[in-house]
């Protein structure tokens, strides 16, 4: 039998950048800023922030390199490349990897489709001074299905023409304009009146809290979900990836970038949300309601009305901004599944990013009809299967592949003591914390399933 992956040409990186590119876009999304704002409001503020920088130290890089170790040894897609590492009992990870890339996109999409009707409707100063009316407004319903159906058929496309190069290079400027606009706002936000009460809830964190396993439990899921963990897309990527570079520093960049455009988002939105007093209209710090989940989309335009004509185009640009920032992140989504369907079962890319395409539209209607549900399915997929997945992966490399992955690792990375390092963080600190957050994320975890059954049939 010929060994397919022998015969196969596979894409591959060109050049180091481009694949640093490609994993920061995948990392870099709604999830830093539309998530994070969201769930940073949820989690009560500076505690949820300071747990959320540790598990992006402590497991999140580690965890990453594990991905790209795992990425570039199989030089194949996740499902193929689990049980080609670990063994034919290994399958249902990979599975799971392409369920969580379905399950999240089905969502994800709907609140891209958000950023395109903000990116419209800002210009056109509609968004008025009600924003939370506003959301309530587009966020479910016909609207919402209208450009959700749009964005997933861009995702489509792009997957499908394979111009997802032409996309990094636009990538290549747009995001760092998007951070360097969050920086521009971050200032104004700073020049708000009222905004150090803003700064003391993001800033500040209250010690009880610290070990409050909601608090952790939102801050690892975060950490998961900003970084792509835990669904095999970083593994994916890696294995385009044929140059030997220090994995650990690349994963080191990644979450360093990642995490900086979230905590810039932060620096804005806080301020705004005390300023303008939108503590309620958010339901802040308890009463968490409907609009919590929109958390950016109502904070953002109520701060920027203000400001006029500027404002409304500073915001259409930020919103445009983040629509990429989105598209960059839904491929790699699409790319889990397709490239799991191409090497599965043999079809052609084409008709697995169709197909799967179709699929995941359809699914995803339900969470464009309503917000319980998109949160629901964010709380099962894009929180608790993304741990257990990292788990699970912490596992694979750590126990079943030990000595591979360190001589995969050792091909870029050197120095013998921070191989040693990793070894320790993946073996036993990653899974040890995993488990005590998975075991913290059970009642949710579980409820969530609950709402998507009932919710789902109804
Ligand atoms: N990391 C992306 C974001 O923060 O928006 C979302 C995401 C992309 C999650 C790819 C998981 C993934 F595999």
């Not at 050049?15 to 409001?41: E, H, K, P, Q």
């Not at 209250?206 to 409050?212: A, H, P, S, V, Y």
């Not at 084409?350 to 197909?355: E, G, P, R």
């Amino acid at each position: 039998m010929t060994d397919p992956a022998a015969t196969r040409s596979r894409d591959s990186w060109a050049t180091r950048a481009g694949f640093i590119l490609a994993a920061v876009g995948s990392a870099v999304g709604l999830g830093n800023m539309w998530r994070f704002s969201y769930v940073a409001a949820e989690g009560g503020g500076a505690a949820f922030v300071l747990l959320y920088l540790v598990f992006v130290a402590v497991i999140g890089v580690p965890i990453m390199t594990s991905e790209f170790v795992v990425g570039r040894m199989s030089q194949e897609s996740p499902v193929v490349a689990v049980q080609r590492l670990g063994g034919p009992k290994w399958a249902p990870l990979g599975w799971m990897f392409v369920f969580c890339g379905f399950g999240i996109l089905s969502y994800y999409s709907v609140i891209a489709g958000w950023t395109m009707r903000y990116a419209l409707d800002a210009t056109r100063g509609i968004i008025g001074t009600d924003a939370g009316a506003y959301f309530q407004s587009v966020a479910t319903g016909v609207p919402a299905i209208v450009t959700h159906v749009i964005f997933m058929a861009l995702t489509i496309f792009i997957v499908v023409a394979g111009v997802k190069r032409g996309l990094e290079r636009a990538a290549l400027v747009l995001m760092p304009l998007l951070f360097l606009l969050l920086v521009a706002l971050a200032i104004w936000a700073a020049t708000l009146g009222g905004g150090a009460a803003g700064y003391g809830y993001y800033l500040r964190p209250q010690l009880g809290e610290l070990l409050d396993p909601n608090v952790i439990r939102l801050a690892a899921g975060q950490a998961f979900f900003s970084l792509s963990l835990g669904m095999g897309a970083m593994m994916t990527y890696a294995s385009y990836l044929t140059s030997k570079e220090n994995l650990g520093r690349e994963a080191a960049t990644v979450a360093l970038c990642d995490f900086g455009v979230a905590f810039v988002a932060g620096l804005v939105i806080f301020p705004v949300i005390f300023h303008f007093g939108l503590s309620s209209t958010i339901g802040l710090g308890g009463a968490i309601s409907d609009n919590t989940v929109g958390t950016l989309f109502i904070a953002l335009p109520a701060g920027l009305d203000s400001l006029g004509t500027l404002g409304r185009v500073v915001l259409s640009t930020f919103f445009i901004m983040l629509f990429f920032a989105a598209l960059t992140s839904s491929i790699s989504l699409l790319e889990v599944v397709v490239s799991a369907v191409i090497d599965g079962w043999g079809w052609s890319r084409k008709q697995a990013a169709i197909w799967f395409g179709v699929m995941i539209a359809l699914a995803g209607l339900p969470a464009a009809f309503n917000l319980n549900f998109l949160d629901a399915a964010d709380k099962f997929v894009g929180n608790f299967l993304l741990i257990v997945g990292g788990f699970f992966t912490a596992i694979l490399v750590g126990y079943t592949i030990p000595a591979k992955a360190d001589a995969e690792l050792a091909q870029g990375m050197t120095d013998p003591a921070l191989r040693k390092a990793w070894a320790f963080f993946v073996r036993y600190l990653s899974p040890v914390l995993l488990l005590i957050v998975i075991w913290f994320m059970l009642p949710t975890a579980w409820n969530a399933l609950v709402t998507l059954l009932t919710l789902g049939r109804g």
